[in-house]
């Protein structure tokens, strides 16, 4: 949204890339083509942690234009609509088309909560040498040939036999 760098990328032409970012609580399939900047937990203004924050757009030239973003903080109804998924708000464009609206769709049914990492205690060494940025990764998924993850994913999404 504010410019950030995208954190994670999903390779173009490559399989949905799962990514579970434990410190923000957040589990999500990034489309092939698409990234996303660091997802965070906002804070009221008492300090208590509320909802996760992230912003997605396709990768290139004109991505930011074609954003997609769970729980902003400010979103004018004139920008597009949004719709409830697990972790909260789904917002997108209203221009949005094609392969764009399809990613959109991935991102929907993909987007849910994790319960957050907690850390080991101080005298267990942990798997990323204690490094918090360790914790999020990305998970490639290879598909089968042909094989299109909304059919699996939302039935009610995937192109009808006649449009493929």
Avoid: K
């Avoid at 173009?12 to 996303?36: S, Y």
């Avoid at 008492?46 to 997609?68: D, K």
């Avoid at 920008?79 to 959109?104: H, I, K, M, N, T």
């Amino acid at each position: 949204g504010d410019g950030a760098p995208l954190q994670r990328l999903c390779p173009e032409g490559g399989p949905i890339c799962l990514i579970t970012d434990e410190a923000a609580g957040l589990r999500v399939g990034l489309p092939p083509g698409w990234g996303m900047e660091e997802a965070f937990v906002m804070e009221t203004a008492a300090g208590v942690a509320g909802e996760v924050f992230a912003a997605f757009q396709p990768l290139g030239p004109g991505g930011a234009a074609r954003q997609v973003a769970l729980n902003p903080r400010q979103w004018d109804a004139m920008l597009g609509p949004c719709e409830a998924v697990g972790p909260g708000l789904l917002c997108r464009g209203a221009d949005l088309s094609g392969a764009d609206l399809q990613a959109y769709q991935i991102l929907r049914v993909t987007l849910d909560r994790v319960a957050a990492a907690v850390p080991p205690p101080a005298d267990i060494p942990s798997a990323g040498g204690g490094d918090p940025a360790g914790v999020a990764r990305e998970i490639p998924l290879t598909l089968p040939e042909g094989f299109d993850p909304l059919e699996l994913l939302a039935p009610q999404l995937a192109a009808p036999e006649g449009e493929r």
